[in-house]
């Protein structure tokens, strides 16, 4: 049994699930974080489990720095040392302009894209820092191709939060390179998830896909490998780096 323990945030739906159950195959003891969807994070433990591998179900809204210490401390007390943070959770609403946004919607976005990835990263970095006697460890945040377009017309906001996601993983990286962390990032495309439906078209990946390079969305799993590379010893040079998994676009 290998001794790595990743928590994955968001991990009962989607990438994160995906993400959870590739890691889980390739040895990892596994915590699931979900919001409120506790029947879907169960459904992806009952796998792991079946399959012969280890994992727990743990709810927290990330954006609250109370739920995220009693996160970790479910981790530190149920499956040990942490080694791996992937900051997968996150959210988008409504297609719109960035003159139709109001105050709430970005608190919202802000608190879950934002303030999340940074409680959670500073809760993985007290346990995995030389700084603090750990052992080192690797942080993957989930980031967006959003990132790099600014989602014109859609959501503005969420593109913009993943921008800081960006700029937290490069400032990040470089903080804690000398003390064995590395911070990377994926950059995903149109992937198929429940997250479109959100957005108030769940069509969206079927209707966009084909108009990209590569002709079609993503599967969660063509991202979860990404994140596994990253997380692995067969990235040991790469922090601060970008994935760019959007099939071209
Ligand atoms: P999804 O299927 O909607 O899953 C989102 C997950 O995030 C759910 O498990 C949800 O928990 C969790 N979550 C949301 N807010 C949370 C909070 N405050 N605290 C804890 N958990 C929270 O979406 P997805 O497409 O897999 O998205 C995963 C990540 O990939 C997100 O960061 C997203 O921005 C990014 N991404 C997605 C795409 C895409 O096309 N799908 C493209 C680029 C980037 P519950 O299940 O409990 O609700």
């Not at 590739?22 to 399959?51: H, K, M, P, Q």
């Not at 927290?60 to 401390?73: H, I, K, M």
């Not at 921008?163 to 903080?175: I, K, P, W, Y």
């Amino acid at each position: 049994m290998s001794d790595d323990v990743v928590l994955i945030t968001g991990g009962g739906r989607g990438i994160g699930a995906a993400t959870a159950r590739l890691a889980a195959a390739r040895g990892y003891r596994v915590c699931v974080n979900f919001r409120t969807d506790e029947a879907s994070a169960a459904g992806v433990v009952d796998e792991i489990r079946a399959a012969g591998g280890t994992a727990i179900a743990v709810r927290a809204d990330v954006s609250r720095s109370t739920e995220v210490d009693r996160l970790f401390q479910a981790v530190d007390q149920q499956l040990g040392t942490l080694t791996a943070l992937v900051n997968n959770a996150g959210t988008l609403e409504k297609q719109c302009r960035l003159d139709e946004l109001d105050e709430e919607r970005l608190t919202r976005i802000w608190a879950a894209n934002i303030t999340g990835p940074f409680l959670c990263a500073a809760a993985a970095v007290r346990r995995m820092s030389t700084r603090y006697g750990g052992s080192g460890g690797a942080i993957v945040n989930v980031s967006s191709a959003a990132s790099r377009i600014g989602s014109p017309n859609e959501y503005v906001d969420y593109a913009a939060s993943k921008g800081a996601l960006d700029s937290m993983t490069r400032g990040l990286a470089l903080e804690v390179a000398a003390e064995g962390i590395r911070v990377n990032a994926v950059r995903p495309g149109l992937i198929h998830t429940d997250i479109h439906a959100q957005g108030g078209e769940p069509g969206r990946v079927d209707r966009v896909g084909p108009q990209l390079p590569m002709g079609r969305g993503g599967r969660p799993e063509e991202i979860a490998e990404g994140i596994l590379w990253l997380l692995s010893p067969a990235a040991s040079y790469a922090t601060g780096a970008f994935i760019d998994l959007a099939g071209g676009r």
